[in-house]
């Protein structure tokens, strides 16, 4: 069974930077597709940044792009993700995500999620 942690959200005011982690407890980490999701209010879940199991590719939400950064750490089994001039628009809860050998990234497993709050 696949068991995702996130954690690192928190408030922070707009222009500030957050790095979210997220351990999974598998076997082989390396194996697996990561991703990061965010539901903000009243809206819908939507793809945030995408990292292969190998590390060598990655994607982001084009909302995103040149602000936010996806990482991986595969002695730890953790994925990160550095954000960057955080606007308010961030705010959501975001989601850790993962699959086995999945590229393009399709989410089969899911963290329980970390608030992110971006204050004016």
């Known amino acids: 069974q696949v068991q995702l942690v996130e954690s690192g959200g928190g408030l922070v005011q707009a222009g500030g930077s957050l790095r979210l982690s997220c351990v999974a407890s598998?076997?082989?980490?390396?194996?697996?597709?990561m991703g990061w999701f965010r539901q903000g209010p009243g809206k819908e879940r939507e793809f945030v940044a995408a990292i292969r199991w190998s590390g060598g590719s990655t994607r982001y939400a084009d909302s995103v792009k040149g602000r936010f950064t996806i990482s991986r750490d595969n002695a730890k089994n953790t994925v990160y993700l550095q954000m960057n001039s955080l606007k308010r628009e961030d705010t959501a809860v975001y989601y850790c995500?993962?699959?086995?050998?999945?590229?393009?990234?399709?989410?089969?497993?899911w963290g329980q999620g970390t608030q992110v709050t971006v204050s004016a």
């Open positions: 598998v076997r082989t980490f390396s194996s697996y597709s």
């Open positions: 995500a993962a699959a086995v050998w999945s590229w393009p990234f399709r989410a089969d497993y």
